[in-house]
């Protein structure tokens, strides 16, 4: 089991993680934190890394418990993520397998960040078709949170990660491998039963 923050999908090393355990319990009450991976997720583009961020309620300099935290629409963000998405993965190997079911999940409206980031990681986990239990802690598990698992891992030092492994990515030729962006990358370019044998 390991305790953990919910993330926008997250980076490879975060999975690297996650597939260690049969249980993953989910921190959704800890405090919103700007420059994480709780509402941003990177991905690899002709250009190199492109942050995708999520606008939150508030601002990102809030303090705000997570399942407090709310989705601003007041720009069209979804579209946006999911038109970046298509447009620099719509050449990978298996990216027509995942697209409709990803674009569904863009089209659902959540009004707080946790329940969509719940969704990412249980469409994630199903595409994978991994075992592994997904659970939103509660009064009887928040105990256990002071020995939570946080991925060293940010938005502004994902690259640093060394222990992640490589593959064929979409821009290889003109960018070399970029190290440690979002699972969906990996998903893309390898199918879900591939990339989940890499991460066991």
């Given at each position: ?41 990177v991905i ?38 999911f ?9 990978a ?40 239990l ?67």
């Amino acid at each position: 089991m390991v305790y953990t923050d919910l993330h926008y999908f997250g980076a490879l090393s975060y999975y690297l993680e996650l597939a260690r355990h049969e249980q993953i319990v989910f921190d959704g009450r800890t405090n919103f934190s700007k420059m994480s991976f709780k509402n941003r997720m990177v991905i690899a583009t002709a250009q190199g890394p492109l942050h995708l961020t999520i606008p939150i309620v508030g601002g990102r300099d809030q303090k705000t418990p997570m399942n407090e935290v709310r989705i601003a629409y007041d720009s069209p963000w979804s579209a946006q993520h999911f038109k970046a998405i298509y447009i620099n993965y719509k050449r990978a190997p298996y990216f027509e397998y995942y697209v409709d079911s990803l674009k569904a999940l863009y089209e659902n409206e959540h009004v707080y960040l946790n329940d969509f980031l719940v969704a990412t990681q249980k469409w994630t986990k199903e595409q994978l078709k991994a075992k592994w239990l997904i659970e939103i802690a509660n009064e009887q598990t928040s105990s256990n949170m002071e020995n939570k698992w946080v991925d060293a891992s940010k938005p502004n030092n994902f690259h640093t990660t060394s222990n992640t492994f490589q593959y064929q990515q979409v821009f290889d030729n003109s960018t070399g491998f970029i190290q440690n962006v979002c699972i969906i990358d990996a998903l893309f370019a390898m199918g879900g039963k591939q990339l989940l044998s890499m991460l066991s």
